[in-house]
């Protein structure tokens, strides 16, 4: 089945056709008169540069006229292999068709809403023939059944037409083109963008990202490159002050020689100030009971860090390098890596 996009929006046009697969585009003077477009002939040259088959609208009251307008564009340097033109259909429409397809131009009859237009249509040797779906389901038709008829009849009798489905409002409406077996469909970029989606889709594939980079990302590779830290002659204030300027919930306690020896929370301060009153804060670090921190090497995966912080119910490891503290991880830092 073919797809083609349905816009006259030279910037989606132009995103749209970078995907590689789409058959060609639809437009119409409608669409190009809502984006403001006043040269169509200079917008119908540069989109045939950038797409490989494109559907462009001939217009007359009589098929002497619509013929002749296909002529002039055709004369424009179009590629007569790869120009559709559309017409809509009437029986002038349709002697217009019959002549231009003797002449090698390729014809689409659009704007159908009856199987008897349809008919006409493929009589007349109509490339594609193009049903309007949306339009024909806001009035209460049941639009499905006629393109399911019109497929049914080029099946049957062995037209050489395409039926495309157009009007498209939903991707509902692209599952309905496939079910019914249409040979093109024609799509506006808003519903294109959604045909990949799918929540379950989206859930798998940042479980893959996340499950990946645990084990390719290494935990020095995630820590703030800034690493409070307090030696324990420093007081409870200087710890204050190094999460606060920092934006963090902990600091590290070093030893002389740079090696961990605790790690201060900013719920050990709560239960502190608790206990002992808001002059706790000018204790000095080496005056409280400090207890070897949980800890884990930089060069370690993230698998080895979530490993520690699931089986030790906490929120913050220490980062050492060849045993001295180069950083501090939270555990939301592991969840900032996996999102």
Not at 72 to 80: H, I, V, W
Not at 190 to 217: P, S, Y
Not at 223 to 251: Q, Y
């Amino acid at each position: 089945m073919e797809l083609y996009l349905d816009s006259a929006d030279i910037n989606e046009i132009k995103e749209a056709f970078e995907l590689g697969f789409l058959s060609g585009l639809t437009t119409t003077p409608t669409f190009m008169h809502r984006h403001g477009i006043t040269d169509i002939d200079g917008m119908i040259l540069e989109l045939a540069k950038i797409v490989p088959v494109l559907q462009i609208e001939a217009l007359g009251e009589t098929a002497e006229e619509i013929v002749a307008e296909a002529r002039r564009q055709d004369a424009l340097g179009l590629d007569r292999e790869k120009t559709v033109y559309k017409i809509p259909i009437s029986m002038e429409g349709v002697k217009a068709c019959r002549i231009l397809r003797e002449e090698g131009y390729l014809v689409n009859i659009h704007l159908v809403y009856t199987l008897q237009q349809a008919y006409m249509a493929m009589e007349a040797g109509a490339t594609y023939v193009c049903p309007l779906v949306g339009r024909l389901q806001d009035q209460g038709t049941d639009a499905l059944s006629l393109v399911q008829q019109c497929v049914d009849a080029v099946n049957y009798y062995g037209y050489d037409t395409k039926i495309m489905f157009s009007s498209v409002r939903h991707t509902e409406h692209v599952r309905n083109a496939i079910n019914i077996g249409v040979h093109t469909v024609t799509v506006p970029w808003k519903v294109m963008k959604q045909l990949t989606e799918n929540h379950f889709t989206e859930i798998g594939t940042r479980q893959f990202f996340e499950h990946t980079r645990l084990m390719t990302v290494r935990v020095k590779d995630v820590i703030n490159e800034n690493n409070p830290t307090v030696t324990v002659n420093e007081t409870i204030t200087d710890c204050l002050v190094k999460m606060t300027a920092g934006g963090f919930g902990a600091v590290t306690i070093v030893d002389d020689n740079g090696a961990a020896a605790g790690i201060f929370t900013d719920g050990d301060l709560r239960r502190l100030i608790e206990q002992e009153g808001a002059g706790a804060v000018s204790k000095k670090v080496g005056e409280l009971e400090l207890s070897t921190p949980l800890s884990v090497e930089g060069g370690e995966l993230l698998i080895k860090a979530q490993e520690i912080f699931s089986a030790k119910k906490v929120d913050e490891l220490v980062v050492t390098e060849n045993g001295k503290v180069i950083g501090m991880m939270d555990v939301q830092d592991l969840v900032k890596v996996k999102s």
